[in-house]
């Protein structure tokens, strides 16, 4: 895969001072009565219905919707690692080599300390309302390797769940949040950043490989992957909202659907996923 040589020197430069994150955070000091994410990233963020309800039970949301952010990431995880370990047996290349192997060793951190804070808080994500599917694990475990799908789909996944992680560090000064949350998510974002960058750039050589009447013809599916995926990460399913509190009689994803403030959050987290891939001609957009 033709990647920038200059790139794959600078990502794996970067990645070479592995901090592991285990050892890294102060896991002691996780905590449930603060924020996860903050107030304003939540997909029920200034509904009326969900406002009146105690301080309390606004942050056990906050808990709940950023679980269900680190679910996703285990299942993708598991899937790049598993892609990019076996292509690392078979790439010639020392640099690119190099690159998917320092990409599983910081992936596995990432899942380690997902699943350290989810075991330490007791926080759990029914598997209905999970992102996941068995149609698409075994299509991400039989997509070529090398080909403008497998790619572009990895874009989708890795970057989506990365803009919600973001709004962490960027609104702390609005919300007590979490120290342990907080530091993961700057760590996490700081590593992702290297992977987004090697995934863009394997992706956009992909693309530009692929006949354009393939790629008009496959631009379908791709929508409907985004979109898809969009909606069940962006827009918890019913059981999120109950496992976290919330009062059942209430529709509370119909009313997160609804609301101005998290489709205008979710527009602004989607627009640079929605830009790099149009750039490239896939005809993509967010559902509704």
């Known amino acids: 895969m033709a990647v920038s040589g200059n790139l794959l020197e600078r990502l794996n430069a970067s990645s070479t001072p592995y901090v592991d994150p285990l050892a890294a955070l102060q896991w002691e000091h996780v905590a449930t009565d603060a924020w996860w994410l903050p107030p304003e990233a939540l997909s029920l ?23 269900l952010v680190l679910e996703t990431g285990l299942w993708l995880e598991s899937l ?4 990019f370990a076996r292509a690392s047996g078979a790439e010639p290349d020392p640099l690119l080599r190099a690159r998917y192997l320092h990409e599983v060793r910081e992936e596995a951190g990432h ?3 997902f699943l350290e804070l989810l075991g330490r808080s007791g926080v759990r994500i029914p598997a209905p309302a999970q992102p996941r599917s068995a149609l698409a694990t075994t299509v991400g475990r039989l997509l070529p390797f090398r080909g403008a799908v497998f790619w572009t789909l ?3 996944g890795e970057e989506l769940g990365d803009s919600l992680t973001r709004m962490i560090p960027r609104s702390v000064e609005q919300a007590t949040v979490s120290a342990v949350v907080y530091h993961m998510a700057r760590l996490h974002a700081r590593e992702e950043a290297r992977h987004i960058a090697h995934t863009r750039a394997a992706c956009a050589e992909a693309v530009r490989r692929m006949p ?28 999120v909202y109950l496992a976290a509190g919330l009062p059942g009689e209430v529709d509370w ?13 979710v527009a602004q987290a989607a627009a640079p996923t929605l830009d790099f891939l149009r750039g490239l001609g896939w005809s993509v957009r967010l559902a509704g």
């Open 111 to 113: 899942s380690l300390m």
């Open 212 to 239: 354009g009447w393939r790629r008009a013809a496959l631009s379908p599916l791709i929508g409907l992957a985004f979109s898809g995926f969009a909606d069940r990460l962006y827009y918890p399913q019913r059981a």
């Open 45 to 67: 963020a200034g509904v009326a219905a969900f406002e009146r309800l105690p301080e309390r039970a606004r942050r056990r949301l906050s808990h709940h919707e950023f679980a």
């Open 80 to 83: 790049f690692m598993e892609r």
């Open 154 to 156: 990895t874009v989708i």
């Open 253 to 265: 994803r119909a009313l997160a659907r609804a609301n101005p403030v998290r489709r205008r959050c």
